[in-house]
């Protein structure tokens, strides 16, 4: 079969990572760049090597020697350009949060289906062997049934301006990397979340510079989730059993061998689990391989979904000050 010919919507500090994990997928090829500047797609092909410098985004999805593309624009754009990539007949991965309202998958879902191409929310950590290693310990119940979890990533975001500053573009640390939090809670409960309860500290301009968030779930599991823009740099997930303690010290970003620390009474171990050389040569091939072999992709719309859910209730609750079930999601939206 060809090589799947990608196409990049912007120019964003992220794709930096991204283009070395299609050039290292050798049924991948990088053949166009868009930006709203023509110049600065032209200079970003130049410095890349990318074929196709194309004056805005809907260029790139013309290109007919485009099969794919990777949306990583503010997260207010992605649901937009994700349904506009499906009409041209493109499969897309498209970066975290897929959406910033859950019902935009109902009409991604429909679309993708009509026009029969894939699209999958790039979510890193799920396609790293550290993360299904943890899961199967939570289902095995190694540390027994389970009973709380607390998962969180912060980091002081000193770039300004930026993108996740500015409400309109879908900013805040919730959107930006508690979605991290949320996702790997709900996979290690194995459920969506009913209620959530959420409490932000907001910055004048209207985003959350830090999260917290409570999630119950029907089997009685309670979630901590915490994002944050003012604190340092650190991630962790925890799964706490009816017999011990899973702690996943280093869940989103793995290195190239991390452990899982289990406690069970007074024994601990560590599971040392090998991991990618690069970061992100999974997502790209695990996503090749859902277009051309015909796999599921990793993260289902449906998954990325119950995401957006429990993180739009969690932000409701915050704005309301009260606790939210997540199935309210056609209330209006707050003053
Ligand atoms: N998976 C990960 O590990 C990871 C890491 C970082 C970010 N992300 C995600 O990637 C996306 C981009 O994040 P980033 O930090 O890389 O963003 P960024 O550097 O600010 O880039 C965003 C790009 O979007 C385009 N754009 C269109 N309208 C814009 C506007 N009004 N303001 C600013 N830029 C606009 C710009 O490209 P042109 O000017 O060329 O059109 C810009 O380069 C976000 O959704 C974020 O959640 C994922």
């Known amino acids: 079969m060809d090589a799947l010919r990608w196409g990049l919507l912007g120019t964003a500090q ?5 283009i070395p994990a299609i050039r290292a997928n050798r049924r991948s090829v990088l ?12 200079a970003y092909a130049r410095q890349w090597g990318i074929p196709h410098a194309h004056d805005g985004y809907a260029r790139v999805l013309d290109n007919p020697a485009v099969d794919a593309v990777y949306i990583s624009l503010p997260n207010s754009m992605h649901a937009e350009w994700t349904l506009a990539a499906i009409d041209a007949g493109k499969h897309v991965l ?16 429909h679309k993708a289906q009509t026009r029969a191409v894939t699209v999958s929310e790039a979510m890193m950590y799920r396609h790293e062997p550290l993360t299904a ?9 190694a540390v027994g049934p389970p009973r709380s979890i607390s998962a ?4 002081q975001q000193s770039r300004a301006p930026d993108v996740r500053l500015d409400p309109a573009l879908g900013g805040g640390s919730l959107w930006d990397i508690g979605c991290y939090a949320v996702s790997y809670a709900r996979l290690l409960a194995g459920e969506e979340p009913e209620e959530v309860f ?7 301009s209207g985003v959350d510079e830090s999260f917290t968030g409570l999630m119950r779930f029907p089997s009685g599991v309670v979630a901590t989730i915490h994002s944050g823009f003012r604190t340092a740099y650190r991630t962790w997930v925890e799964l706490a059993g009816e017999d011990g ?23 601990a171990r ?23 072999d015909g796999r599921d992709p990793v993260v289902s719309l449906t998954e990325s979904q119950g995401n957006a859910a429990a993180l739009q209730a969690l932000h409701e609750s915050a704005r309301m000050g009260k606790p939210v079930s997540v199935r309210q999601r056609g209330a209006p939206p707050l003053a």
């Open 198 to 204: 959420g409490w932000a500290q907001w910055t004048p």
């Open 31 to 42: 053949t166009a760049v868009g930006s709203r500047d023509a110049s600065r797609a032209e």
């Open 245 to 267: 303690v899973m702690r996943v010290p280093n869940p989103f970003k793995p290195g190239t061998r991390e452990d899982i620390e289990l406690q069970r009474q007074d024994v």
């Open 14 to 18: 992220i794709t930096r990572r991204l």
């Open 270 to 292: 560590r599971v040392a689990v090998e991991g990618s050389l690069e970061l992100f040569v999974r997502e790209v091939a695990d996503f090749v391989a859902s277009v051309q």
């Open 94 to 109: 498209c970066e975290k949060p897929l959406v910033l309202d859950p019902e935009d998958v109902d009409r991604i879902a």
């Open 152 to 155: 969180g990533f912060t980091y």
């Open 133 to 141: 290693r943890a899961v199967r310990f939570a289902r095995e119940h």
